[in-house]
Protein backbone atom coordinates (compact mmCIF):
# COMPACT_ATOMS: atom_id res chain seq x y z
CA UNK A 1 0.00 0.00 0.00
CA UNK A 2 1.21 3.45 -0.85
CA UNK A 3 2.32 5.77 2.01
CA UNK A 4 -0.13 8.74 1.47
CA UNK A 5 1.49 10.87 4.26
CA UNK A 6 3.23 14.07 3.30
CA UNK A 7 7.16 14.01 3.21
CA UNK A 8 8.94 15.69 6.16
CA UNK A 9 12.69 15.80 5.62
CA UNK A 10 15.90 15.53 8.21
CA UNK A 11 18.91 17.36 8.03
CA UNK A 12 21.75 17.41 10.75
CA UNK A 13 24.66 20.13 10.14
CA UNK A 14 27.73 18.59 11.50
CA UNK A 15 29.54 21.61 12.61
CA UNK A 16 32.33 20.16 14.77
CA UNK A 17 33.94 20.61 18.04
CA UNK A 18 36.32 23.36 16.56
CA UNK A 19 33.45 25.64 14.74
CA UNK A 20 31.49 25.30 18.30
CA UNK A 21 34.79 27.19 19.50
CA UNK A 22 35.54 29.46 16.59
CA UNK A 23 31.63 31.10 16.90
CA UNK A 24 32.05 31.26 20.42
CA UNK A 25 35.29 33.10 20.55
CA UNK A 26 37.00 30.66 22.48
CA UNK A 27 41.35 30.03 21.85
CA UNK A 28 42.54 26.43 20.45
CA UNK A 29 39.77 26.41 17.75
CA UNK A 30 42.55 26.83 15.25
CA UNK A 31 44.27 23.24 15.55
CA UNK A 32 40.64 21.76 14.74
CA UNK A 33 39.84 19.69 17.84
CA UNK A 34 37.37 17.44 16.70
CA UNK A 35 34.75 14.81 17.76
CA UNK A 36 34.52 13.15 14.86
CA UNK A 37 35.41 9.90 16.65
CA UNK A 38 32.64 10.16 19.23
CA UNK A 39 29.56 11.69 16.99
CA UNK A 40 29.48 9.40 14.24
CA UNK A 41 29.61 6.14 16.41
CA UNK A 42 27.20 7.68 18.52
CA UNK A 43 24.53 9.21 15.85
CA UNK A 44 24.59 6.73 13.37
CA UNK A 45 23.43 3.29 15.26
CA UNK A 46 20.74 6.02 16.86
CA UNK A 47 19.30 6.96 13.34
CA UNK A 48 19.72 3.28 12.10
CA UNK A 49 17.59 2.06 15.06
CA UNK A 50 14.87 4.61 14.30
CA UNK A 51 14.90 3.46 10.55
CA UNK A 52 15.73 6.95 9.81
CA UNK A 53 18.00 8.02 6.60
CA UNK A 54 18.58 11.93 6.62
CA UNK A 55 20.93 14.80 4.58
CA UNK A 56 24.56 15.59 6.76
CA UNK A 57 25.66 18.87 5.99
CA UNK A 58 29.17 18.25 5.75
CA UNK A 59 32.14 21.24 6.63
CA UNK A 60 34.56 20.95 3.23
CA UNK A 61 37.62 21.57 6.47
CA UNK A 62 36.61 18.38 8.26
CA UNK A 63 36.08 16.04 4.97
CA UNK A 64 39.83 16.89 4.13
CA UNK A 65 41.15 15.49 7.05
CA UNK A 66 42.22 11.62 6.54
CA UNK A 67 41.38 10.31 10.02
CA UNK A 68 37.29 11.35 9.46
CA UNK A 69 37.12 10.15 5.86
CA UNK A 70 36.37 6.33 7.16
CA UNK A 71 33.58 7.58 9.25
CA UNK A 72 31.93 9.65 6.76
CA UNK A 73 32.21 6.62 4.47
CA UNK A 74 30.15 4.76 6.86
CA UNK A 75 27.60 7.58 7.22
CA UNK A 76 27.22 7.33 3.32
CA UNK A 77 27.12 2.94 2.98
CA UNK A 78 24.16 3.47 6.09
CA UNK A 79 22.45 5.21 3.56
CA UNK A 80 22.47 8.59 4.43
CA UNK A 81 22.60 12.02 2.02
CA UNK A 82 25.46 14.63 1.94
CA UNK A 83 25.34 18.33 1.79
CA UNK A 84 27.63 21.04 1.21
CA UNK A 85 28.06 23.57 4.87
CA UNK A 86 30.68 25.06 3.52
CA UNK A 87 34.86 24.91 3.86
CA UNK A 88 35.29 26.86 6.93
CA UNK A 89 32.35 27.59 8.49
CA UNK A 90 32.07 31.03 8.45
CA UNK A 91 28.50 32.71 9.06
CA UNK A 92 29.50 35.85 7.06
CA UNK A 93 29.34 33.93 3.57
CA UNK A 94 27.26 37.22 2.81
CA UNK A 95 30.10 39.31 3.06
CA UNK A 96 32.59 37.31 0.48
CA UNK A 97 33.56 38.77 -2.44
CA UNK A 98 32.55 36.30 -5.82
CA UNK A 99 35.93 34.79 -6.51
CA UNK A 100 36.06 34.02 -2.59
CA UNK A 101 32.44 32.31 -2.67
CA UNK A 102 33.31 30.48 -5.45
CA UNK A 103 36.40 29.14 -4.11
CA UNK A 104 34.72 28.38 -0.93
CA UNK A 105 31.98 26.33 -2.31
CA UNK A 106 34.17 24.72 -4.77
CA UNK A 107 36.68 23.73 -2.16
CA UNK A 108 34.24 22.31 0.46
CA UNK A 109 32.22 20.34 -2.94
CA UNK A 110 36.08 18.42 -4.11
CA UNK A 111 36.97 18.07 -0.32
CA UNK A 112 32.89 16.25 0.52
CA UNK A 113 32.89 14.75 -2.89
CA UNK A 114 36.17 13.04 -2.10
CA UNK A 115 35.80 11.98 1.15
CA UNK A 116 32.18 10.33 0.95
CA UNK A 117 32.40 9.27 -2.59
CA UNK A 118 29.14 11.04 -3.48
CA UNK A 119 28.89 14.78 -4.82
CA UNK A 120 26.78 17.52 -2.50
CA UNK A 121 23.52 18.62 -4.60
CA UNK A 122 22.61 20.41 -1.61
CA UNK A 123 24.02 23.83 0.16
CA UNK A 124 23.30 25.01 3.86
CA UNK A 125 25.05 28.13 4.57
CA UNK A 126 27.06 28.41 8.67
CA UNK A 127 24.23 30.34 10.53
CA UNK A 128 22.31 30.70 7.82
CA UNK A 129 24.47 32.72 6.07
CA UNK A 130 23.55 33.32 2.29
CA UNK A 131 23.27 35.82 -0.77
CA UNK A 132 22.11 36.26 -4.41
CA UNK A 133 25.91 35.90 -5.80
CA UNK A 134 26.19 32.60 -3.29
CA UNK A 135 22.66 31.03 -4.84
CA UNK A 136 24.20 31.97 -8.70
CA UNK A 137 26.95 30.08 -7.70
CA UNK A 138 24.91 26.82 -7.03
CA UNK A 139 23.09 27.07 -9.86
CA UNK A 140 26.64 27.25 -11.86
CA UNK A 141 27.53 24.19 -9.76
CA UNK A 142 24.51 22.05 -10.41
CA UNK A 143 23.08 22.16 -6.98
CA UNK A 144 19.53 21.27 -6.84
CA UNK A 145 18.69 23.04 -3.58
CA UNK A 146 19.57 25.72 -0.79
CA UNK A 147 18.72 25.36 2.45
CA UNK A 148 19.87 28.29 4.09
CA UNK A 149 17.12 30.81 5.18
CA UNK A 150 15.52 30.53 8.72
CA UNK A 151 12.34 32.48 8.70
CA UNK A 152 12.11 33.42 12.20
CA UNK A 153 11.50 37.27 13.94
CA UNK A 154 13.60 35.36 16.47
CA UNK A 155 16.76 36.59 14.84
CA UNK A 156 18.21 39.76 17.01
CA UNK A 157 16.97 38.06 19.91
CA UNK A 158 19.27 35.13 19.35
CA UNK A 159 22.44 37.28 18.40
CA UNK A 160 21.83 39.21 22.05
CA UNK A 161 21.86 36.29 23.77
CA UNK A 162 24.56 34.72 21.46
CA UNK A 163 26.65 37.97 22.31
CA UNK A 164 26.56 37.95 25.81
CA UNK A 165 27.59 34.48 26.47
CA UNK A 166 30.45 34.38 23.86
CA UNK A 167 33.67 35.95 24.59
CA UNK A 168 34.53 38.04 21.11
CA UNK A 169 36.69 41.06 20.49
CA UNK A 170 34.81 44.17 18.85
CA UNK A 171 36.24 42.90 15.79
CA UNK A 172 34.88 39.78 16.03
CA UNK A 173 31.52 41.00 17.21
CA UNK A 174 31.64 43.64 13.99
CA UNK A 175 32.22 40.29 11.73
CA UNK A 176 29.26 38.57 13.22
CA UNK A 177 26.79 41.39 13.03
CA UNK A 178 24.35 39.90 10.72
CA UNK A 179 24.58 36.65 12.53
CA UNK A 180 21.06 34.72 12.89
CA UNK A 181 19.56 37.45 10.50
CA UNK A 182 17.21 40.12 11.10
CA UNK A 183 13.45 40.78 12.29
CA UNK A 184 12.72 41.44 8.82
CA UNK A 185 13.32 37.27 8.28
CA UNK A 186 10.15 36.41 9.54
CA UNK A 187 7.94 37.82 6.90
CA UNK A 188 10.00 35.05 4.88
CA UNK A 189 7.85 31.86 4.04
CA UNK A 190 8.10 28.82 6.01
CA UNK A 191 7.20 26.43 2.84
CA UNK A 192 9.39 25.60 -0.30
CA UNK A 193 10.14 28.42 -3.44
CA UNK A 194 12.22 29.41 -5.84
CA UNK A 195 14.45 31.91 -6.32
CA UNK A 196 14.22 33.91 -9.09
CA UNK A 197 17.82 34.74 -10.54
CA UNK A 198 18.98 36.69 -13.27
CA UNK A 199 18.72 35.15 -16.66
CA UNK A 200 15.05 33.37 -16.42
CA UNK A 201 17.11 30.98 -13.84
CA UNK A 202 15.75 29.49 -10.42
CA UNK A 203 16.91 27.61 -7.70
CA UNK A 204 14.92 25.92 -4.84
CA UNK A 205 14.67 27.14 -1.52
CA UNK A 206 13.62 24.81 1.61
CA UNK A 207 13.80 27.00 4.23
CA UNK A 208 14.22 25.64 7.93
CA UNK A 209 10.68 24.82 8.76
CA UNK A 210 9.12 27.56 11.74
CA UNK A 211 6.24 27.39 13.36
CA UNK A 212 3.51 28.59 10.47
CA UNK A 213 1.95 32.64 11.14
CA UNK A 214 3.94 32.44 14.88
CA UNK A 215 7.37 32.03 12.79
CA UNK A 216 8.98 30.30 16.23
CA UNK A 217 11.74 27.43 15.70
CA UNK A 218 10.92 24.42 16.71
CA UNK A 219 13.89 22.08 15.19
CA UNK A 220 15.45 19.83 18.12
CA UNK A 221 17.89 22.23 19.73
CA UNK A 222 14.82 24.74 20.71
CA UNK A 223 12.96 21.34 21.77
CA UNK A 224 15.99 19.93 23.93
CA UNK A 225 16.26 23.66 25.80
CA UNK A 226 12.58 23.56 26.61
CA UNK A 227 12.88 19.92 27.86
CA UNK A 228 14.78 21.94 30.64
CA UNK A 229 12.06 23.35 31.79
CA UNK A 230 9.34 20.61 31.39
CA UNK A 231 8.88 17.77 28.63
CA UNK A 232 5.68 17.94 29.02
CA UNK A 233 5.92 21.57 27.72
CA UNK A 234 8.38 20.08 24.82
CA UNK A 235 6.07 18.02 23.45
CA UNK A 236 3.14 19.70 23.72
CA UNK A 237 5.02 22.75 21.57
CA UNK A 238 5.76 20.14 18.78
CA UNK A 239 2.77 18.76 18.18
CA UNK A 240 1.03 22.52 18.06
CA UNK A 241 3.85 23.13 15.42
CA UNK A 242 2.97 20.16 13.47
CA UNK A 243 -0.78 20.62 13.61
CA UNK A 244 0.56 24.13 12.13
CA UNK A 245 1.72 22.56 9.47
CA UNK A 246 -0.63 19.97 8.41
CA UNK A 247 -3.29 22.88 8.74
CA UNK A 248 -0.49 25.54 6.10
CA UNK A 249 0.35 22.25 3.84
CA UNK A 250 3.58 22.63 4.85
CA UNK A 251 6.29 19.70 4.72
CA UNK A 252 8.61 20.28 7.77
CA UNK A 253 12.31 20.66 7.01
CA UNK A 254 13.59 19.63 10.49
CA UNK A 255 17.06 20.35 11.80
CA UNK A 256 19.55 18.64 13.86
CA UNK A 257 23.01 19.57 15.18
CA UNK A 258 25.23 17.48 16.62
CA UNK A 259 25.09 18.38 20.32
CA UNK A 260 21.26 17.37 20.22
CA UNK A 261 22.59 13.87 20.44
CA UNK A 262 25.89 14.11 22.04
CA UNK A 263 25.66 15.37 26.11
CA UNK A 264 27.93 17.37 28.35
CA UNK A 265 29.37 13.79 28.94
CA UNK A 266 30.48 12.98 25.02
CA UNK A 267 32.16 17.07 24.34
CA UNK A 268 32.85 18.56 27.75
CA UNK A 269 34.69 21.34 26.35
CA UNK A 270 31.20 22.51 25.08
CA UNK A 271 29.75 22.47 28.59
CA UNK A 272 28.65 26.17 28.04
CA UNK A 273 26.26 25.69 25.53
CA UNK A 274 22.62 25.50 25.80
CA UNK A 275 21.38 21.88 26.77
CA UNK A 276 24.61 20.44 27.53
CA UNK A 277 23.65 19.88 31.03
CA UNK A 278 22.23 16.53 29.69
CA UNK A 279 23.29 13.43 28.89
CA UNK A 280 23.96 12.10 25.80
CA UNK A 281 21.50 9.28 26.81
CA UNK A 282 18.60 11.58 28.08
CA UNK A 283 19.11 13.33 24.32
CA UNK A 284 18.79 10.38 22.27
CA UNK A 285 16.01 9.43 23.94
CA UNK A 286 13.70 12.70 23.44
CA UNK A 287 15.01 12.74 20.07
CA UNK A 288 13.64 9.47 19.60
CA UNK A 289 10.29 10.65 21.12
CA UNK A 290 10.58 13.55 18.83
CA UNK A 291 11.02 11.50 16.13
CA UNK A 292 8.15 8.85 16.37
CA UNK A 293 5.85 12.21 16.82
CA UNK A 294 7.02 13.59 13.54
CA UNK A 295 7.00 10.44 11.77
CA UNK A 296 2.99 10.00 13.05
CA UNK A 297 2.01 12.31 9.97
CA UNK A 298 4.76 12.84 7.96
CA UNK A 299 7.25 10.41 5.40
CA UNK A 300 10.54 11.21 6.93
CA UNK A 301 12.93 11.59 4.32
CA UNK A 302 16.51 12.95 3.41
CA UNK A 303 16.58 16.74 1.80
CA UNK A 304 17.66 15.47 -1.74
CA UNK A 305 14.53 13.66 -1.80
CA UNK A 306 12.39 15.37 -0.36
CA UNK A 307 13.79 18.25 -3.19
CA UNK A 308 13.33 16.18 -5.93
CA UNK A 309 9.16 15.44 -5.06
CA UNK A 310 9.03 19.51 -4.40
CA UNK A 311 10.61 20.12 -8.03
CA UNK A 312 7.75 17.98 -9.16
CA UNK A 313 5.09 20.21 -8.64
CA UNK A 314 4.22 24.12 -8.58
CA UNK A 315 6.30 26.05 -6.48
CA UNK A 316 6.24 29.67 -5.53
CA UNK A 317 8.62 32.09 -7.20
CA UNK A 318 10.57 35.02 -5.49
CA UNK A 319 13.19 37.12 -6.11
CA UNK A 320 15.87 37.90 -3.33
CA UNK A 321 15.25 41.56 -1.46
CA UNK A 322 17.65 44.13 -2.68
CA UNK A 323 18.50 44.83 0.59
CA UNK A 324 20.21 41.67 0.37
CA UNK A 325 21.91 41.60 -2.88
CA UNK A 326 22.93 45.42 -1.86
CA UNK A 327 24.74 43.85 1.78
CA UNK A 328 26.29 40.96 0.00
CA UNK A 329 29.48 42.69 -0.87
CA UNK A 330 29.48 45.78 1.86
CA UNK A 331 32.57 46.05 3.02
CA UNK A 332 31.00 47.20 6.70
CA UNK A 333 29.60 44.86 8.64
CA UNK A 334 25.98 44.32 7.22
CA UNK A 335 22.64 43.64 8.45
CA UNK A 336 21.06 40.89 6.35
CA UNK A 337 17.56 41.51 5.87
CA UNK A 338 16.57 38.51 3.98
CA UNK A 339 12.96 39.54 2.58
CA UNK A 340 11.73 38.27 -0.39
CA UNK A 341 8.53 39.40 -2.58
CA UNK A 342 6.20 36.99 -4.67
CA UNK A 343 6.20 37.36 -8.12
CA UNK A 344 4.27 34.18 -9.80
CA UNK A 345 4.06 30.26 -9.44
CA UNK A 346 6.76 28.29 -11.20
CA UNK A 347 6.05 24.93 -12.47
CA UNK A 348 8.56 21.89 -12.60
CA UNK A 349 11.28 22.81 -14.87
CA UNK A 350 11.29 26.46 -14.31
CA UNK A 351 17.02 36.79 31.54
CA UNK A 352 13.40 35.72 31.96
CA UNK A 353 11.14 34.72 29.01
CA UNK A 354 13.07 36.25 26.71
CA UNK A 355 16.41 34.48 28.04
CA UNK A 356 14.75 31.03 27.38
CA UNK A 357 13.27 32.46 23.96
CA UNK A 358 16.72 33.63 22.62
CA UNK A 359 18.87 30.73 24.58
CA UNK A 360 16.51 28.43 22.46
CA UNK A 361 16.81 30.33 19.12
CA UNK A 362 20.55 30.61 19.92
CA UNK A 363 21.32 26.66 20.52
CA UNK A 364 22.00 26.44 16.49
CA UNK A 365 24.58 29.32 16.76
CA UNK A 366 27.35 26.98 15.15
CA UNK A 367 24.74 25.93 12.45
Keep these: MTDQRPLASVSLDVDNLWSYLKTHGDPGWEQRPSYYDVFFPTVLPILERLGLRITFFVVGCDAAVPAHEPLLRAMVAAGHDVGNHSYEHEPWLHRYAPDQLEAEIGRAESAITGATGRRPVGFRGPGYSWSPTLLEILLDRGYLYDASTLPTYLGPLARTYYFWTSRLTAAERAQRAALFGSARDGFRPVRPYRWALPAGRTLLEIPVTTTPILKTPFHLSYLLYLSRISEVAMMGY ?58 EHFRLVDMTTHARAILARETPLRVPDAAVASAAHSPAPPSVTSAVADVRPARAGAGGAASNAASGAASGAAS
Design 238 to 295: LRFALAMCRATGTEPSFLLHPLDLLGGDQAPALRFFPGMDLSGRRKAALFARVMGVLG
